[in-house]
């Protein structure tokens, strides 16, 4: 699997592009973009890889993360992908006009090309939030992040559910490269070592 990392909008949202390199098939994740520079980025990206865009994937509803899903649904005519728990996040972004039509549940399977990746529910940021795990990533959203974990204090944020989904992840192989929604790339491994809501055994 190909990942291209594209920083964007004024929370400095990671946006996602990855590949199939046998088939090019691809997905979009979290393409949360402020700014129609952004946009042709990812779009200049896509053309010129030749890549067939499969499938829009959201790790959760927040504004930073879906804010640009109807322009790359309109672009490319492929589904939006979001848990069902925070699907109405969409609807309301663009008044129901471009809205989700993949619900995604724990399990699920996100199948592109050669490549998949199994969606893990990580409640906690929001009560949609999920985790993309792939055979050696894991992309976390704002569940997990290097050296820190998402906000709970938000509407519908829950530090209970945070805590339940951070054990999902700490039982994850250490070897797994995490792909967060914002900041630098990790491991599960580097995590459990240096970030203190791992190393706290879940007592924050």
Known sequence: MLIETFTVGTLSTNCYVATSQQTKEAIIIDPGMDFSSEVQQILDYITQGALKVKF??????????????????????VPICIHKLDAPSIDGLNKGKFPANVFLEDGSLIEFG????KVMHTPGHTPGSICLLGERLVFTGDTLFAGGIGRTDFPEGSL???????????RLPDYLLIYPGHGAASTIGEEKRVNPFLKSRYSF
């Open 56 to 77: 829009i994937v959201n790790t959760h509803g927040h504004s930073d993360h879906i804010s640009c899903d109807a322009i790359f649904q309109e672009k490319y005519n």
């Open 114 to 117: 050669c490549e998949s990746l």
């Open 160 to 170: 209970s559910d945070m805590r339940l989904s951070l054990q999902k992840l700490v």
